[in-house]
């Protein structure tokens, strides 16, 4: 059934092969010129399929592009928009060794460990990028978000950061700790913002239920500021009647350094420790 459903979408694809005529733009202000049609084999998640597409030059740039390929998600990349979605979501379930095998065991699909591995930080890269221009645009007020609904009374936001376990390559040249003061660790600086309204049997404030959202990366203070600043604002920080940040008082989190607790847009913010 798989290779009966993999020859379709081949078929379906030759139908247009993107010739767009004699010349395109290249992206970098020229033009590119047609050569030919080349194929291009792709993997999907009802298995290989061959495209054929046509394919141009720019005599400027020195680099060639095939428009078909943007038209369908796959540009610089083997793998169809479907497979990737599934590979990023088993290579984020566990080891890219085991992510491979679980993709062959229950979908048929065969791909090596370190294509999977490839294949699940391209798109991480993407998604981060895509995260930090949405973080710039919300902070320097470009995309203007509606206050949520209901809107809670309190908004309560919790920032810290912590070291996680690293292989060699990925913390060489940096500082440790050690003895032998190398580092094997990288610091991870998360950050979640939630609401909580009421109280339990004992006094105690209770989490509303699927209120928290979460942040979490290995950029630098400078850069996770401005996403704990978009998320803030995301999260009604300008409408609601108190805000408050929690964190441990280290210096990234507390003025005179970064100050992220006070980078949150709110004139009540009261600051916890």
Same mark, same amino acid.
């Given at each position: 059934?798989?290779?009966?459903?993999?020859?379709?979408?081949?078929?379906?694809?030759?139908?247009?092969?993107?010739?767009?005529?004699?010349?395109?733009?290249?992206?970098?202000?020229?033009?590119?010129?047609?050569?030919?049609?080349?194929?291009?084999?792709?993997?999907?998640?009802?298995?290989?399929?061959?495209?054929?597409?046509?394919?141009?030059?720019?005599?400027?740039?020195?680099?060639?592009?095939?428009?078909?390929?943007?038209?369908?998600?796959?540009?610089?990349?083997?793998?169809?928009?479907?497979?990737?979605?599934?590979?990023?979501?088993?290579?984020?379930?566990?080891?890219?060794?085991?992510?491979?095998?679980?993709?062959?065991?229950?979908?048929?699909?065969?791909?090596?460990?370190?294509?999977?591995?490839?294949?699940?930080?391209?798109?991480?890269?993407?998604?981060?990028?895509?995260?930090?221009?949405? /973080? +710039?645009? =919300?902070?320097?007020?470009? $995309?203007?978000?509606?206050?949520?609904? &209901?809107? #809670?009374?309190?908004?309560? %936001?919790?920032?810290?950061?912590?070291?996680?376990?690293?292989?060699?390559?990925?913390?060489?040249?940096?500082?440790?700790?050690?003895?032998?003061?190398?580092?094997?660790?990288?610091?991870?600086?998360?950050?979640?913002?939630?609401?909580?309204?009421?109280?339990?049997?004992?006094?105690?404030?209770?989490?509303?239920?699927?209120?928290?959202?979460?942040?979490?990366?290995?950029?630098?203070?400078?850069?996770?500021?401005?996403?704990?600043?978009?998320?803030?604002?995301?999260?009604?920080?300008?409408?609601?009647?108190?805000?408050?940040?929690?964190?441990?008082? /280290? +210096?990234? =989190?507390?003025?005179?350094? $970064?100050?992220?607790?006070?980078?949150? &847009?709110? #004139?009540?913010?009261?600051? %916890?420790?």
């Amino acid at each position: 059934m798989l290779k009966l459903g993999g020859g379709m979408p081949g078929q379906l694809l030759a139908a247009d092969p993107g010739h767009r005529g004699p010349r395109v733009p290249c992206g970098q202000g020229h033009e590119a010129e047609f050569v030919a049609c080349r194929d291009k084999i792709i993997d999907t998640v009802l298995g290989p399929v061959t495209l054929t597409r046509a394919w141009y030059h720019c005599a400027a740039c020195g680099h060639g592009l095939a428009p078909r390929d943007a038209e369908l998600g796959v540009a610089g990349t083997s793998m169809s928009p479907g497979l990737t979605a599934m590979n990023d979501r088993a290579a984020a379930a566990g080891p890219f060794a085991k992510a491979a095998g679980l993709l062959e065991d229950l979908a048929g699909v065969r791909l090596t460990a370190k294509r999977v591995e490839r294949a699940a930080e391209a798109s991480g890269a993407a998604q981060a990028a895509a995260v930090r221009g949405r /973080a +710039a645009l =919300i902070t320097s007020r470009k $995309v203007v978000l509606l206050p949520p609904s &209901p809107l #809670p009374d309190k908004l309560y %936001g919790i920032i810290d950061g912590t070291g996680v376990p690293m292989t060699a390559k990925e913390t060489a040249g940096r500082d440790g700790k050690g003895e032998d003061g190398r580092a094997r660790t990288r610091e991870v600086k998360l950050a979640v913002f939630f609401t909580q309204d009421k109280l339990d049997d004992d006094g105690y404030p209770v989490r509303d239920r699927d209120s928290s959202s979460y942040i979490a990366t290995f950029e630098p203070a400078g850069v996770f500021a401005g996403l704990v600043k978009a998320e803030g604002i995301r999260r009604g920080a300008d409408h609601v009647r108190q805000m408050t940040i929690t964190g441990d008082g /280290a +210096a990234w =989190i507390c003025y005179p350094d $970064v100050g992220i607790a006070d980078l949150i &847009p709110v #004139p009540r913010l009261s600051r %916890g420790a």
